[in-house]
């Protein structure tokens, strides 16, 4: 196998909020990026995101996802980003390079330095009868939906009353479904109430503390039946789609075949690669960013992908050490802020345990 | 009196014509309305967490909050008009088209319809997208309770109740492999309390999707078989590559 | 069955790319060309992309993004193509795998 080699500074993996801030900040101090990613169209999940978002200015709020993913891949662009699509990274060598199938063929890059941007991927629940047609993930739905403009079904129930259920919910709506319902096995909502009031006002009930027990149907979906948790009833749904929206774990496959340390934390979404505060994965030259380093939110993405491209410009001799000192204090701020409030004491506590461990 | 403004005063600057009330009532990281209202009526302040702090005294109606708001928990309501209703403009962004002449169903917070309303006037919430601003005109009592607009009410009933016990049955895990539940229970009772172990002795995470959807649920449901914790259990050894490739590609054809 | 959404809220009309036919199980289909062929599918209301090897169950799309492999289909004699990731092209045979009764 001989597969044709390239050099470059900084190989970013995934393009989405991580990623291209990531590259936007180690291009802007003189470092030449590459921006690796497996889809036809930068920007990661946030193209697929129609509604605006939360969050500061800084991030974009009170713009809708697709404007933000705009607006961030201009930006790479300006700062001489060679962004890469249809190239995914299938390997991450222990001894730094990286095997990438791009639309030319296969070949291979020697990064000094790579930042891990790969994102979530859904977690599922399971049981009798999940694997049946018209069941699918709500970043799958999503995707169906806002991308390609097909209705994952007419009645659709969500699993989830979480902030992604919950969004997710309202889209289907916008694009003309009816939800027949949220179910959520805990107690409470944990999704943000504005949310929660937008799909309740469109007269969506929510049934917490409600497990899914079975789905029925012969070719696909037809019927979902859902045990009541306090009440011990049990009810049976008529659709033809489920969305599980029961949460993300961090997809940092290729820090783990690297040789980065995996630890659990339930928090940030199951394992991920440790890492410290400037997002170094404790081995040289490697950084993670975005929900690749735990699962929270795009603005925090996009902070923790600035934080790794500063911290990737700096040890590559391309920012001051003063400098990239004064820029990481701006962003660690910026992090503690989004990190505040009720929804996000609990993700702070946990990146604390890593960089304190 | 709350952060948002006292509803007193708002009612009575409605008479005078349109006033924001903001219903936003929980601390996440958002500030865009600040942003916006050229009169300094909202202020978040430096912590973007906080709640929006709002004067209707310096609100002139300009609708700019409403059509920013992420959580479209903004709206405008305007008591000028003579004929004693209410006139509320609302953010909309759902499929079936309104206009203006239109009678539109006016929903509570529930999604229970009041009744219906009249829409005087729409606008384009920017000129970005589709999104409107539709100004209706609804009885007064109605004035406050009023969250939205539609054409189209969803009509779902209720779930149907099922009866006789449910008995627990096994399913897969594995959809790639097709490994159920009870095998897995089974492997972990053999001795096999990792992974990595497993995926040695079966086929589990070997299929196509490498194990990216039921490594969590194995992972849970080995540590709790198994009594350890889950960075014990871990995680499958990842091996390149990580994303389907045809062979023919590595030995470097373009095909 | 007809599940697309036409004219989005936010979006505006969303059905581009020109009508052609694709044959599923030699049957002809419109699609438009471009959108992948799972959503070509889902769009008729075919939600059932393969059977699997052991059980002969229905499997359909689950995570649209080309990760799970379940909607892997036979696309011009070409077998194991994620179709969630493929683009429509005029004239193309998708055929599921593992039918009962094949």
New interface residues.
């Given amino acids: ?3 044709p080699l390239e050099h470059t500074a900084l190989a970013v993996v995934g393009a989405g909020p991580a990623g291209l801030c990531a590259a936007v900040e180690a291009a802007r101090s003189g470092v030449p990026v590459v921006v690796l990613d ?1 889809n036809e169209r930068a920007g990661g999940q946030l193209f697929k995101q129609v ?7 800084r991030h974009g ?2 713009k ?1 996802g697709y ?1 933000i993913a705009d607006d961030l891949i201009a930006e790479c662009l300006r700062a001489g980003v060679d962004i890469r699509l249809g190239s ?4 991450f ?1 222990p001894e730094g390079e990286l ?1 990438v ?1 791009g639309p ?3 070949y291979l890059v020697r990064p000094q330095a790579v930042v891990i941007a790969t994102g979530a ?1 859904e ?9 049946l047609p018209g069941i699918m993930g709500a970043g799958a739905a999503q995707t169906l939906v806002n991308v390609h403009g097909v209705l994952p079904g007419k ?1 659709v129930l969500i699993a989830g009353a979480g902030n992604v259920g919950l969004i997710v919910s309202y889209q289907l ?4 479904a ?4 949220i179910v959520e096995a805990s107690h409470g909502v944990s999704g ?4 929660l ?2 799909v ?6 929510i049934y917490p503390g409600h497990r899914i ?2 789905a029925r149907g012969r070719d696909g979906l037809e019927a979902v ?3 009541d948790l306090r009440g011990g ?6 659709a033809d789609s489920l969305c599980m929206a029961v949460g993300m ?1 961090p ?1 940092a ?2 820090a ?2 690297r040789g980065c340390r ?3 934390r339930e928090e940030l979404g ?2 991920l690669p440790w890492h410290d505060e400037k997002m170094r994965a404790g081995l040289q030259g490697v950084y993670v960013a975005g929900d690749a380093a735990g699962v929270e939110e795009a ?1 925090v993405a996009m902070e923790e992908g600035r934080m790794s491209g500063i911290s990737a410009a700096e040890e590559m001799g391309s920012m001051k050490k003063r400098q990239a000192a004064a820029r990481r204090a701006a962003v660690s701020r910026r992090l503690a ?2 990190r ?5 004491e609990a993700r702070m506590a946990a990146k604390c345990s890593l960089y304190c461990a | 009196m709350g952060e948002s403004g006292d509803i007193d005063e708002i009612w009575r600057r409605a008479e005078g014509g349109a006033v924001a009330i903001l ?10 309305c600040e ?2 209202c050229a009169r300094g009526a909202i202020v978040v302040g430096k ?3 906080d709640l929006p702090r709002y004067d209707p005294g310096l609100c002139n109606g300009c609708g700019r909050c409403v059509a ?6 903004i709206y405008l309501l305007d008591r000028s008009s003579r004929d004693g209703g209410a006139r509320l403009t609302l953010p909309y ?3 079936e ?1 309104i206009k203006a002449g239109d009678e539109v169903w006016a ?6 319809p009041l009744g219906k309303g009249k829409v005087v006037k729409t606008a384009k919430m920017n000129k ?4 409107l601003l539709v100004t209706v005109d609804v009885p007064e009592e109605w004035a406050l309770k009023v ?2 607009v ?1 054409i189209r ?5 209720e ?5 006789g016990c ?1 008995r627990e ?5 594995c ?2 492999e ?1 490994i159920s ?1 009870s095998q897995a229970r089974e492997y972990a009772a053999m001795g096999f309390n990792s992974l990595r172990a497993l995926r040695r002795f079966s086929r589990v995470g070997l299929g ?2 490498q194990g ?2 039921c490594q ?2 194995l ?1 849970d449901e080995f540590s709790t078989a198994a009594f350890r ?3 014990g259990v ?2 499958f ?9 045809k062979l023919g ?6 095909g | 069955m007809d599940l697309r ?1 036409g ?6 009309e969303m059905e581009g790319g020109k009508l052609v036919t694709i044959y599923v199980d030699g049957v002809p289909l419109k699609a438009r060309e471009g959108e992948p062929i799972a959503a070509a599918l889902y769009a008729h209301g075919i939600r059932t992309t393969r059977y ?4 002969g169950e229905p ?1 359909g799309p ?2 649209m993004i ?5 909607c ?1 289909m036979t696309v011009d004699g070409e077998p ?1 193509v ?1 179709t969630c990731m493929t683009a429509v092209r005029d004239g193309m045979r998708v055929d599921t795998p593992g039918r009962p009764g094949e």
């Avoid at chain 1, 309740?200 to 009930?205: D, I, L, T």
């Avoid at chain 2, 050894?237 to 490739?245: D, G, I, T, W």
Wanted: net charge positive; hydrophobic share 35%; with cysteine.
């Fill in positions: 196998m001989n597969l497996e509604h605006r978002f939360f969050g500061s200015r709020a009170g809708r404007e995914s990274v299938i390997a060598f095997m199938d030319g063929g296969v991927s977690k599922t629940i399971a049981f009798p009868g999940w694997t009645r709506l916008q694009a003309g009816d939800v027949v319902g943000y109430e504005v949310h009031d937008r309740r006002r469109e007269g969506v009930p027990i079975s039946v859902v045990k009833r049990t009810v049976l749904f008529e774990s997809m496959e290729l783990a075949m995996m630890v659990f199951g394992f603005s802020d989004l505040r409030g009720p929804y996000g | 219903d936003c009532r929980e601390e996440i990281p958002c500030d865009p942003a916006v912590n973007v967490c920013i708001c992420p959580g479209m928990a962004e759902m499929k088209e929903l509570d917070e529930d999604g229970s970005r997208d589709h999104s969250r939205g539609r009410v969803m009509s779902i009933g779930p149907l109740e099922v009866r449910q049955e096994d399913h897969l895990l959809r790639c097709e539940r196509y999707c990216r959807f969590a649920m992972v914790d889950r960075e871990g995680v050894k990842v091996r390149p590559p990580v994303r389907p490739v590609r590595l030995g470097g054809e373009n | 959404v004219r989005h809220a936010v979006l505006g699997s090897p052991r059980l499997r689950f995570c080309g990760r799970c492999t379940e892997a194991n994620r």
